[in-house]
């Protein structure tokens, strides 16, 4: 048998047993990124400790172990060494092992004639001294033929896993060794095989945990390597296989998800089987849905204190170990435990018990090591342990931890990290310190002295583990007041602060189904996300019953930063919002806005809603497009005239209110604290005296937007509605009268209120008989100009109704009433900037008219829609008059079946290139237009001079 059959057989035989078993309890990591060191660069000292290294995984790129253990490497300066770099069980020995295995069976790297795999634990036990062929047939004692002619060919490497557990410091200065049969030190051969002294072909492949990456200095390295953990599916994978249950393990995953930090950690396979194990019970016995997360702490507390209470022995002697070998390398051997008080037999048995507290490995010549199930188990104990000691010798808690504070932040490698989040978490589970106690104070001003430093992220993590809400009143106090409650800190602090949280917690602005998977189980799945977000956009996402529960999960966490909730046109039954309202009532709920507009909702389930509105400070309610009905609103309206209701904006259009409904609604508003600022009552028929009802009770003139579109109003609605906008404390901005038969008497109202008193920035009055008489009403707001007088010094300022928006489409004001208006657009302080006459039967003889408003030099009408009007040809030649003056600020113009054919097009043309500047849109589809003019015009879009950018036509 050649000397490479015997080597593969011994690896075979090595690895086998080990491989199976780790394939049977997790998931092998499979993300390898590599940076070439050639290029390296000095890392920020939050990269340097190997927990802070978790979010960097978007550094580098993927690769697989392929490019990693490939002999084409270009050695220059002797360089051949690869170093694999990862946290403390990310599963660097298992990918060593398998690769290894892989080569053994032939499945992969057949371009590698031989390979050594070595760990530093048992390089640890090798004392004498001893040649490189000694040392390999130690380990290997089935190559006795091994020779230097074998070693110094082709696709040879040495695989060294562990540095870090290495207790030899490397001498890179050490005397040069370049025979494999000369006796020397292993860490002379290491450093030697490292220089290409020692087998300079050959190609060695280091791993190792972050902190021990400096102990070879980077020029002897070739290539950097980084091993990261589990991706979020392998995460869930590994969920699934060690809790056993579907439904469980996703409600499991979704605590760890809701943490960003605790899903980082769980990158790392150790300490996702911990939290997977610790979590299996913590939600056996929830029923529904539960969204209030667990601190690192809190889940360590699930995972061992059961195994404490019953190992309590063995439990008491590991915590001191532990806290005495912290900074000290994982891998204890038999004289590390004996020496505290444990014997091997009892480790061996504790070990084959509990491996996520104490594991074992047998090496060379049968020696048994242990180790911590992982270093984070490690710190766990020893915080407990050291708050044990503090108790014992009667230490001030709190000066202690402040001391331990200012160590870690000294600390720039991260020790001790975990062990003071851990202190945190144990400190609140023993209720050793309260709440005011001056330390906490002290941490919040150090993050705040350290807010752009990594500092900052280690002390927010520990004052998570003791209030999971640390910080955010703080930032309320200041978001609300503009003033700091902890002194000495500027409002750049604050903003930075800010900043910061939200990159701690991982919140998003807005969360969205993609269309294509939108569902119950799709949003299920997402709770995390939406439990992330400050908005979750629900509209049209299949959505029905099934998914109340987990939003009112989310809504009733105090934890959620979830704002603004739009489930609108989804399927919810009285039960499922009787669910919803659940959460919604949650004094944790910090919603403001909820819409639920076409969803099915019946008048049952406003007594739901009205209980929220008593109990909750919602700013904002939308129920349009339900049938809820006259007794749906009486219903609400119990809510809505509760002295604790806030509600800002009240959205009820299309929901089958009739007058009586009316009555429930003025009632509830005559109780209305001054909260309400917009009310939509669109597309109900509430006629003259439903309306009058509101307006009677409620003063209208306190709102910012009323919507009273198509409402079956007439003139007798509008006497109210004036006199709300003559009054000077108004603070109507929007009024939505449209789709009502107000006609001229009811347009003249309006426009006296407009005219004496009115800060109304939009009027919608589409479609109510206007007609040119109306016009002249009209036509004396938009002329006016009256002069204030502020205060008793009589210094006064000119100015004009403050109308920006204005709708009188679909309205039969002909050519006449554009000729009443026309003055008005040459008001020189007129605000007017969009103008809607569309349908309005208009003809070419009022656009010399419009032609002139529109080269006013004082005009700054930017939208005008003419759309559905017979101007013709004949029309668009007399505006053109208008759009080709340089005063001309006509940024877009609807001429929509205008009656246009191609000459209109040549005018329009013609126009645009003596005032390029301003028109962006023009809007000329259902005229009969041929290609050629229709290509002029195009080509203007992409010349750079001019504004015009967007272009709609259509051939009739």
């Not at 609108?568 to 009532?585: C, D, H, I, K, M």
Request: charged share 25%; with cysteine.
């Amino acid at each position: 048998m050649d000397l490479q059959t015997c080597l593969k057989a011994a690896l075979r035989s090595k690895y086998e047993s080990l491989v199976e078993a780790f394939s049977k309890s997790s998931i092998l990591p499979s993300r390898l990124c590599y940076q070439d060191v050639r290029y390296n660069y000095i890392e920020p000292d939050f990269f340097q400790h190997e927990y802070r290294s978790l979010d960097r995984s978007f550094f580098f790129p993927d690769a697989p172990l392929a490019d990693v253990l490939s002999c084409k490497c270009q050695h220059k300066n002797r360089n051949r060494t690869v170093i694999t770099l990862g946290v403390s069980g990310v599963g660097k020995t298992t990918m060593v092992q398998s690769c290894a295995l892989d080569w053994a069976k032939d499945k992969g790297y057949h371009n590698i004639s031989f390979l050594f795999p070595l760990t530093f634990w048992e390089l640890n036990l090798l004392k004498d001294r001893l040649s490189l062929i000694e040392l390999l047939q130690t380990f290997y004692p089935e190559l006795k033929e091994l020779d230097a002619s074998v070693l110094n060919e082709d696709g040879v490497w040495f695989i060294l896993d562990g540095l870090d557990e290495f207790q030899i410091q490397l001498n890179f200065g050490c005397p040069a060794v370049s025979d494999v049969s000369e006796a020397s030190t292993v860490d002379s051969f290491v450093t030697n095989l490292i220089r290409g002294n020692l087998l300079p072909r050959a190609h060695i492949w280091v791993t190792s945990r972050i902190s021990a990456e400096s102990r070879i200095p980077p020029f002897y390295l070739l290539k950097k390597t980084e091993l990261r953990g589990f991706r979020d599916e392998q995460k869930e994978q590994h969920f699934r296989m060690v809790i056993g249950d579907y439904d469980l393990a996703n409600k499991a995953i979704n605590h760890v998800k809701i943490s960003r930090s605790l899903d980082s950690l769980c990158q790392i396979p150790p300490i996702c089987t911990i939290m997977a194990s610790a979590l299996k019970d913590h939600v056996k016995g929830q029923k529904g849905f539960k969204m209030h997360p667990l601190s690192l702490t809190e889940i360590y507390n699930l995972g061992f204190g059961a195994l404490e209470a019953k190992h309590l022995p063995i439990f008491t002697k590991l915590k001191k170990v532990a806290l005495l070998r912290m900074g000290v390398r994982n891998v204890m051997y038999e004289d590390d435990l004996s020496g505290n008080g444990i014997s091997v037999e009892e480790a061996l048995a504790f070990a084959e018990t509990c491996p996520l507290v104490l594991r074992t490995e047998t090496g060379l010549n049968g020696t048994t090591v242990f180790r911590f199930g992982h270093l984070s188990v490690q710190e766990f104990l020893a915080a407990s342990q050291k708050l044990e000691d503090i108790k014992t010798h009667k230490i001030n808690l709190s000066s202690y931890i402040q001391d331990l504070v200012d160590k870690v932040l000294a600390n720039n490698k991260g020790v001790s990290d975990l062990l003071l989040r851990f202190m945190f978490g144990l400190i609140k589970e023993h209720m050793l310190l309260l709440p005011n106690d001056l330390l906490f104070d002290y941490v919040k001003e150090k993050i705040l002295s350290k807010i752009s430093s990594y500092s900052t992220v280690i002390l927010f993590h520990c004052l998570r583990e003791y209030d999971s809400q640390a910080l955010q009143e703080e930032v309320r106090f200041f978001q609300r007041y503009g003033i700091s409650q902890i002194p000495g800190f500027s409002l750049m602090h604050w903003r930075d602060l800010m900043q910061r949280i939200r990159a701690f917690e991982g919140i998003r602005e807005t969360f969205e189904m993609e269309v294509s998977v939108r569902s119950d189980e799709k949003l299920i799945k997402n709770i995390p996300a939406i439990f992330k977000s400050r908005k979750a956009m629900l509209k049209f996402s299949n959505l029905t019953d099934k998914s109340c529960p987990a939003l009112a999960a989310v809504l009733s966490s105090k934890e959620s930063f979830l704002r603004e909730l739009d489930l609108g046109y989804n399927s919810f039954s009285t039960s499922g919002v009787q669910e919803l309202a659940e959460g919604l009532n949650s004094l944790n709920c910090r919603l403001k806005i909820l819409r639920l507009q076409g969803c099915g909702l019946t008048a049952e389930t406003c007594q739901y809603l009205s209980q929220c509105l008593i109990q909750h400070k919602l700013q904002e309610l939308d129920l349009s497009s339900n049938g809820i009905g006259n007794q749906g609103l009486k219903l609400l309206s119990c809510g809505l005239g509760s002295s604790s209701c806030r509600l800002q904006t009240l959205k009820l259009s299309q929901c089958d209110i009739e007058e009586a409904g009316c009555y429930h609604l003025g009632s509830a508003l005559d109780k209305d604290p001054g909260c309400l600022s917009v009310l939509d009552l669109s597309i109900n028929m509430i006629g003259d005296r439903g309306a009058n009802e509101i307006f009677k009770n409620f003063d209208i003139s306190r709102l910012k937007k009323l919507e009273l579109y198509y409402c079956d109003l007439t003139v007798l609605s509008c006497e109210s509605i004036g006199e709300a906008l003559k009054c000077e404390t108004s603070t109507l901005l929007e009024l939505n009268l449209s789709n009502n038969s107000l006609k001229d008497a009811g347009f003249k109202i309006i426009c006296e209120g407009m005219y004496a008193w009115c800060s109304l920035q939009k009027l919608n009055v589409s479609r109510c008989g206007i007609t040119a008489a109306g016009c002249r009403y009209l036509a004396k707001v938009l002329c006016s100009i009256s002069q204030l007088t502020n205060g008793w010094m009589g210094i006064g300022e000119w100015q004009a109704v403050e109308l920006i928006d204005l709708d009188l489409s679909m309205n039969h004001i002909g050519d006449k009433g554009v000729k009443e208006i026309s003055p008005g657009l040459m008001n020189p302080l007129s605000h007017l900037k969009t103008l809607n006459l569309s349908y309005c039967s208009l003809t070419d003889s009022c656009c010399a008219e419009l032609a002139s408003g529109l080269m006013s030099k004082v005009n700054i009408l930017s939208e005008l829609d003419l759309s559905h009007n017979d101007l013709q040809d004949k029309g668009v030649k007399k505006l053109c008059i208008g759009l080709q003056s340089l005063e001309c600020k006509l940024e877009k113009l609807s001429l929509r079946t205008c009656g246009l054919t191609s000459r209109s097009v040549q005018f329009l043309t013609s126009a645009l290139k003596l005032n390029p500047f301003y028109l962006r849109e023009l809007h000329l589809m259902g005229n009969r237009l041929e290609d050629s003019e229709i290509r002029a015009l195009m080509e203007l879009t992409k010349n750079q001079k001019y504004a015009l950018r967007t272009i709609d036509v259509s051939l009739d």
